[in-house]
């Protein structure tokens, strides 16, 4: 089992432009969760999906931000007109079910995104 | 509102030395603790889970509800020790962790 994989591990963008930021979950896992982590800083929850569905974006920002995870294919989060304080490392997570005490998430590498 | 505070951004010791990285959680229901581990630059690994009560590479923490804490402890630091750790919560039968804000740990020979 490869892993939470996660693409590109580091990601240079002007502002202004656009970020596409892929997660594939570990084989057989169908839940999703982005992370942020702004320098200095925890882990703050963004998103978390299932096949097809938002689940809960609470975390993520109204504006720019979005994500997906299609029925195909890895995970999309989309940064669009990217600001200097969108710089921060982008960690995506992945579990086999919700909700039973002890089940583990397992996170990839991570992104790193610098705006410049 | 849910919180995880890690009060040390920096733990610097000596290889031998004991170590404790302190967590402390504000959450009124049934929490579930982690500690994570992350090596420069790599992924986060889940190093131990409360429920599990296991000790992973020499490191234990025990939950304790009227300190509303779970420190992470290990007697005796070893270089290969040196990483982040992150201490995280998730409230019962929820999807979400709340982490807190890391404590790095620097082993010195």
């Known amino acids: 089992n490869a892993g939470v994989m996660q693409n590109p591990r580091h990601l240079v963008r002007r502002r202004g432009q656009e970020a596409r930021l892929r997660c594939s979950p570990m084989?057989?896992?169908?839940?999703v969760y982005w992370y942020r982590q702004l320098p200095e800083e925890g882990l703050k929850f963004m998103v978390y999906?299932?096949?097809?569905?938002?689940?809960?974006e609470s975390g993520m920002p109204k504006e720019r931000f979005s994500a997906e995870f299609p029925k195909e294919g890895p995970s999309i989060l989309r940064i669009q007109q990217v600001v200097r304080g969108d710089s921060a490392a982008y960690f995506c997570?992945?579990?086999?079910?919700?909700?039973?005490?002890?089940?583990?998430?397992?996170f990839g590498e991570g992104s790193w995104l610098t705006v410049v | 509102a849910q919180r995880v505070t890690q009060p040390e951004k920096l733990l610097s010791v000596f290889k031998g030395a004991p170590v404790e990285l302190k967590c402390n959680y504000s959450?009124?229901?049934?929490?579930?603790l982690f500690w994570y581990v992350q090596y420069s630059r790599q992924r986060l690994q889940l190093l131990l889970r409360h429920i599990s009560r296991e000790s992973i590479k020499g490191f234990t923490a025990d939950l304790n509800k009227g300190e509303t804490s779970f420190h992470l402890k290990k007697p005796f630091a070893q270089e290969e020790d040196s990483a982040m750790y992150y201490c995280?919560?998730?409230?019962?039968?929820?999807?979400?962790?709340?982490f807190g804000s890391g404590t790095r740990l620097l082993v010195r020979p």
């Open positions: 999906l299932q096949k097809e569905n938002i689940i809960d």
């Open positions: 995280a919560l998730r409230m019962d039968s929820s999807y979400k962790l709340i």
């Open positions: 997570a992945s579990s086999p079910s919700v909700g039973e005490q002890g089940n583990t998430i397992y």
């Open positions: 959450y009124s229901g049934s929490p579930e």
């Open positions: 084989k057989g896992h169908s839940h």
